[in-house]
């Protein structure tokens, strides 16, 4: 696995911590054992063959497994510790999770968390390949894999600035929202599908002007006067501050967020913990796993 992720005999090593010899003697009593070559070695690149890429898929899953084995085998041993591994998309993150996380750091002082910040496509994999524990994801088609429960719905809204000609609107139409220039997140999130299905199925032509991930900046190019964009409602209320007006749309877009992880996988006791406090937080109790 790690040859194949670096690329290399020399980094895998390097990530190993052993001298980059054993590695290549190992590699090759592997494929002498199996009687199978399972890696191109090119001059600039090592590459799994077609036998070593169904290798590599099995070698997942048995690592995989074996550290949930040795995580549930600790805490049979009466481990106290633990870590919570957990995806949340950008906006849910800076203004939805702060007070759970706080408050889940304070019930469990002595369990760590690690926060990863990525669309919701990408938590999906983070999760599937075992990268993460925990992820939000968007619940309108939730994958087979994966086990969710809902944590809240959030309208979806068009924020302009408070000089702006459609400020005063009430309500706000698709085919009027499309026509101005947009700031968008980058695709995988879960406002910039919702922006590209919509926009395919209407044969609507979006007019980009800025990609950013970075929900301040996004802010300021709509502050100037550079385009317009969509947020959660909750950013906009949230900075009531700000000069920054929320208009729904005429046809409201509501999105389901959901808490989600591996469907059949290992849940640590600290995940579900955490699982159990974050739904217990946002009115869920009935779904506690």
């Not at 702060?98 to 469990?108: N, T, V």
């Not at 385009?227 to 906009?236: A, D, S």
Request: contains cysteine.
């Amino acid at each position: 696995m790690a040859i194949c992720q670096h690329g290399g005999f020399t980094a895998a090593a390097r990530q190993l911590h052993i001298a980059q010899p054993a590695i290549s003697i190992a590699m090759r009593k592997l494929e002498a054992e199996l009687n199978l070559t399972l890696l191109h070695r090119g001059e600039r690149q090592i590459t799994p063959t077609i036998e070593g890429e169904m290798l590599l898929a099995h070698a997942k899953r048995i690592l995989e497994m074996t550290e949930a084995a040795e995580l549930e085998m600790e805490e049979l041993r009466g481990l106290t510790k633990g870590e919570v591994r957990i995806g949340i998309p950008s906006m849910l993150g800076s203004y939805y999770f702060p007070p759970i996380l706080m408050g889940f750091k304070h019930r469990y002082p002595e369990l760590r968390l690690s926060v990863y910040e990525e669309g919701t496509r990408r938590l999906q994999e983070m999760i599937r390949v075992g990268e993460l524990d925990l992820g939000v994801v968007v619940a309108d088609a939730p994958p087979e894999d994966l086990e969710t429960r809902l944590l809240t719905r959030e309208e979806m809204v068009a924020c302009v600035p408070e000089a702006h000609p459609l400020a005063p609107r009430e309500k706000l139409s698709m085919e009027e929202f499309f026509s101005h220039e947009l700031v968008v997140f980058k695709t995988g999130y879960f406002l910039r599908e919702f922006i590209d299905r919509y926009s395919l199925s209407h044969e609507l032509s979006p007019k980009i002007a800025f990609e950013t991930n970075l929900i301040p900046l996004t802010k300021a190019i709509v502050r100037q006067g550079f385009g317009i964009t969509t947020f959660l409602r909750m950013v906009i209320d949230q900075d009531a501050q700000e000069d920054l007006v929320a208009i729904p749309f005429d046809e409201p877009v509501f999105l389901d967020l959901s808490l989600a992880w591996k469907k059949g996988g290992y849940l640590s006791r600290a995940n579900r913990a955490f699982v159990d406090y974050v739904l217990s937080e946002t009115g869920n109790q009935s779904s506690r796993v």
